[in-house]
Nanobody, 125 residues
Framework: QLQLEESGGGLVQPGGSLRLSCAASGSTWKSAAVGWFRQAPGKEREGVSAISHSGAATNYADSVKGRFTLSRDNAKNTVYLQMNSLKPEDTAVYYC??????????????????WGQGTQVTVSS
């Protein structure tokens, strides 16, 4: 079992930055790939970024490449999503999710059984 808790959301102006954190508890954390997903009102949930259990492999949606950076600190049981050059279209509830398996960190939400409660990110002037 894994328990996940997001933090770091808030209101930011266009062009600004935020760093989201996903803190985990559970014995299988170090074997878990972690993904970030987001859902805007009236839209389907979409994958944003994912990272392998070791941190060696990352994956980004085209819409955030070059602006978002995902990293993890296994000693602190935490994954960080650094979001720069934020746009109004980045506004959504952001969720972190985890799956305990090997292989590349994909962006299909159906593959992730463990989820946090989400944190709101609003990009507006």
């Amino acid at each position: 079992q894994l328990q996940l808790e997001e933090s770091g959301g808030g209101l930011v102006q266009p062009g600004g930055s935020l760093r989201l954190s996903c803190a985990a508890s559970g014995s299988t954390w170090k074997s878990a790939a972690v993904g970030w997903f987001r859902q805007a009102p009236g839209k389907e949930r979409e994958g944003v970024s994912a990272i392998s259990h070791s941190g060696a492999a990352t994956n980004y949606a085209d819409s955030v490449k070059g602006r978002f950076t995902l990293s993890r600190d296994n000693a602190k049981n935490t994954v960080y999503l650094q979001m720069n050059s934020l746009k109004p279209e980045d506004t959504a509830v952001y969720y972190c999710a985890a799956k305990v398996e090997s292989g590349s960190p994909g962006l299909n939400s159906n593959d992730y059984p463990y989820w946090g409660q989400g944190t709101q990110v609003t990009v507006s002037s």
